[in-house]
């Protein structure tokens, strides 16, 4: 089976631009999570995703947003980039049903610098 | 709030040579913890969920133990290979959001 896989793997740039970073999960998962990974504050719960509703969102600004697809895809945006936004984000997946907890699967995240 | 603390920060073992890593949680209503494994440029990996004060998981030379406080991941006869960044989390208010430790950096020497 397939793991979750995140698009790109690398990315670079400009304050003040927008980024859109993708995962796909687990074939049958339908919880897709967002998470930030910096070496100061560690991994950060950024937003979770069910059946295309967002069901759960961590103390980020509205400058980070994301989105669920029918397939289960799930893309973040972040928009007028900030220096600070540089990290590790990470995607996982989890056959998550209703509010009980699962093991998240982790992508091997996109790394994103801001310059 | 719910937190959790690992320590130490770093370990460094000479290879054979067993210890064990510690995390404690502040939580209202455990509901699992988690532990995971990161290596270098790669996203956490899973490894044990436990539930219940007193459970014991095992994998290889890992042993992921529970109590009402804290939660031990004992490592029996190190590799090279068991070098990374572990990891340990609990599920925090509203669903599927994980709260995550800081991590122990081990490194086991040959």
């Known amino acids: 089976k397939a793991g979750v896989t995140q698009t790109p793997r690398y990315l670079i740039k400009t304050r003040g631009q927008q980024v859109t970073l993708s995962c796909s999960p687990i074939?049958?998962?339908?919880?897709v999570s967002w998470y930030q990974q910096t070496p100061g504050q560690g991994l950060q719960f950024l937003f979770e995703?069910?059946?295309?509703?967002?069901?759960n969102k961590g103390n980020f600004p509205g400058r980070f947003s994301g989105r669920q697809f029918s397939n289960s895809r799930s893309e973040m945006n972040v928009s007028t980039l900030e220096l600070g936004d540089s990290a590790l984000y990470l995607c996982?997946?989890?056959?998550?049903?209703?509010?009980?907890?699962?093991?998240?699967?982790f992508g091997n995240g996109t790394r994103l610098t801001v310059t | 709030e719910d937190q959790v603390t690992q320590s130490p920060e770093a370990l460094r073992l000479q290879e054979g040579e067993s210890s064990s890593l510690n995390c404690s949680y502040t939580?209202?209503?455990?509901?699992?913890l988690f532990w995971y494994r990161q290596d270098p440029g790669k996203g956490p990996e899973f490894l044990f969920t436990?539930?219940?004060a007193g459970e014991e998981k095992e994998k290889e030379r890992l042993k992921a133990t529970l109590t009402k406080k804290e939660s031990f991941l004992h490592i029996t006869a190190p590799k090279p290979e068991d070098s990374a960044t572990y990891l340990c989390?609990?599920?925090?208010?509203?669903?599927?959001?994980?709260?995550f430790g800081q991590g122990t950096r081990l490194t086991i020497n040959p």
């Open positions: 989390a609990v599920p925090g208010q509203g669903a599927q959001k994980l709260v």
């Open positions: 436990l539930y219940s």
């Open positions: 995703y069910f059946s295309e509703t967002q069901r």
């Open positions: 939580v209202s209503g455990l509901r699992g």
């Open positions: 996982a997946s989890s056959l998550a049903q209703g509010q009980g907890h699962s093991p998240l699967h």
């Open positions: 074939s049958g998962h339908r919880s």
